[in-house]
């Protein structure tokens, strides 16, 4: 069993910056795949970046230059790193994980539990 858990959202003013972090835990695993979506109100789930285990990165495009993805391996933890916030940027923001679980050889894909961004204009 995996587990992911966030933290780092928050209001912030237009302008400012945030750093968004996801810790997974639990069995002995190995990272696959990872990214961050977000959802906003009345909105579907869109995704913000994502980082393949080769290190290729992809974001969206209204995003691109102000965000940036990266992990560390020793906490097996994603970051998102959000500058320059917008209004627009305002939404629950969800890390996302696919790891192999070492004991089954199975895939585990999983959800963290959400944060709410807030940026005000």
């Known amino acids: 069993q995996v587990q992911l858990v966030e933290s780092g959202g928050g209001l912030v003013q237009a302008g400012g910056s945030l750093r968004l972090s996801c810790a997974a835990s639990?069995?002995?695993?190995?990272?696959?795949?990872m990214g961050w979506y977000r959802q906003a109100p009345g909105k579907q789930r869109e995704l913000v970046a994502a980082?393949?285990?080769?290190?290729?990165?992809n974001y969206l495009d209204s995003v691109k230059g102000r965000f940036t993805i990266s992990r560390d391996n020793a906490k097996n933890t994603v970051y998102l790193q959000m500058n320059s916030l917008e209004p627009e940027d305002t939404a629950v923001y969800y890390c996302?994980?696919?790891?192999?679980?070492?004991?089954?050889?199975?895939?585990?894909?999983?959800w963290g539990q959400g944060t709410q961004v807030t940026v005000s204009s």
């Open positions: 980082l393949s285990r080769d290190g290729s990165t």
């Open positions: 639990g069995s002995a695993f190995s990272i696959r795949s």
């Open positions: 996302y994980m696919g790891v192999v679980v070492l004991t089954t050889g199975r895939r585990w894909d999983g």
